[in-house]
């Protein structure tokens, strides 16, 4: 009882610590009240009208390929930003959409990578991508670089390609610094065995963690039938949390012993201390994916992330007013950061 007490007042300690120190100048708009409502209604609502994309090819050593959307800009540019999407996002999310409409804007180029499977046509292998394929991402930025030598290249994950981006900034360590200029992490579940945790149970499995294994299940069928994988179909059928499609699927066909060894090794916080790329690390602290009490405090980064917590925001949910709202804060923030000094 006593050490559940200090818990409780280690917990109320770190939040204090979050709230007054990682402060940021985003506020949601008083008529989006809760992390929920400001993640769904911006997932919901389309801000942003259509982007021009030309979509190219690449094949992978292994194999497969990728499909990657690129925007060009109105004249030359050597300023290149790149993202990652969320977990079975697109081109298309609503994030991707502000953030290439908004480089283009500024004279920049933009890319959106397409994980494996996620472009609209199911990849050629068994495997899939995962939230901790950092050599996917290696091999990715590197050949960005190469095809654009002259050019800054800036690198931005969201949600899961949040944690891999970041995965990979502290693998590499020095390395990343002749690839990628700066980098930016929005709403990334840094901790996943909590963010298993939170999504796993309760309404937030009803309303968030039900939608994803709909589309992941229907994605493992389709490989059972392409590929005849040893996985029963009634077991897919009945995956219903995030431990269970990923013990049954992703664990065992990306090398890894478990869901919990998935989780253990592909999350980024304990990488965070190998940062050498300047970096944004932007999570609401209501962001109903990831626990407030799991988000890195100073210590535990390096002196390069720059650590940024509005208290409001949902996950990837950063609409501003007024009434239905915009989504150009969160762009706005993460060019402005890219464009800032090299420090």
Not at 31 to 54: C, E, M
Not at 133 to 147: C, G, H, N, P, T
Not at 263 to 278: D, M
Request: hydrophobic share 40%; proline share 6%.
């Amino acid at each position: 009882m006593a050490q559940a007490r200090l818990d409780e007042l280690e917990g109320a300690r770190r939040n204090v610590t979050l709230a007054d120190e990682f402060s940021s100048g985003y506020r949601a708009p008083w008529w989006l009240p809760g992390g929920d409502l400001q993640t769904l209604y911006a997932y919901a609502v389309r801000f942003n009208a259509p982007v021009a994309y030309r979509r190219e090819r690449w094949e992978t050593p292994d194999g497969d390929f990728l499909d990657i959307d690129e925007v060009e800009p109105d004249r030359p540019s050597t300023k290149f930003v790149v993202l990652f999407h969320g977990l079975e996002g697109s081109s298309q999310s609503h994030y991707a959409l502000g953030l290439m409409a908004h480089a283009r804007r500024y004279g920049w180029r933009g890319a959106v990578v397409h994980f494996r499977g996620c472009s609209g046509e199911a990849n050629r292998l068994p495997r899939s991508y995962h939230c901790g394929d950092s050599a996917e991402i290696d091999w990715i930025v590197r050949r960005l670089k190469e095809r654009h030598p002259r050019s800054d290249l800036y690198a931005v994950g969201v949600s899961l390609g949040g944690n891999v981006l970041l995965k990979w900034l502290g693998e590499s360590g020095e390395a990343a610094r002749a690839i990628v200029k700066r980098a930016a992490a929005v709403s990334a579940p840094v901790d996943l065995n909590a963010a298993a945790r939170v999504l796993d149970f309760g309404y937030r499995k009803i309303i968030y963690t039900r939608a994803f294994l709909r589309s992941l299940r229907k994605k493992v069928l389709r490989k059972i039938s392409n590929h005849r994988l040893e996985i029963q179909i009634p077991e897919v059928l009945a995956c219903a949390t995030f431990r269970a499609i990923d013990e049954l699927y992703t664990a065992p066909f990306h090398g890894f012993a478990s869901a919990e060894d998935y989780w253990s090794r592909s999350s980024s916080k304990p990488l965070l201390k190998r940062i050498e790329v300047p970096t944004l690390l932007l999570n609401a602290r209501n962001d109903p994916f990831l626990p407030e009490r799991a988000l890195p405090l100073g210590s535990e980064v390096s002196d390069r992330v720059t650590l940024e917590y509005p208290a409001s925001g949902g996950h990837v949910g950063f609409v501003s007013s007024p009434f239905p709202g915009s989504f150009d804060w969160m762009p706005r923030r993460i060019v402005k950061f890219f464009s800032a000094c090299q420090r």
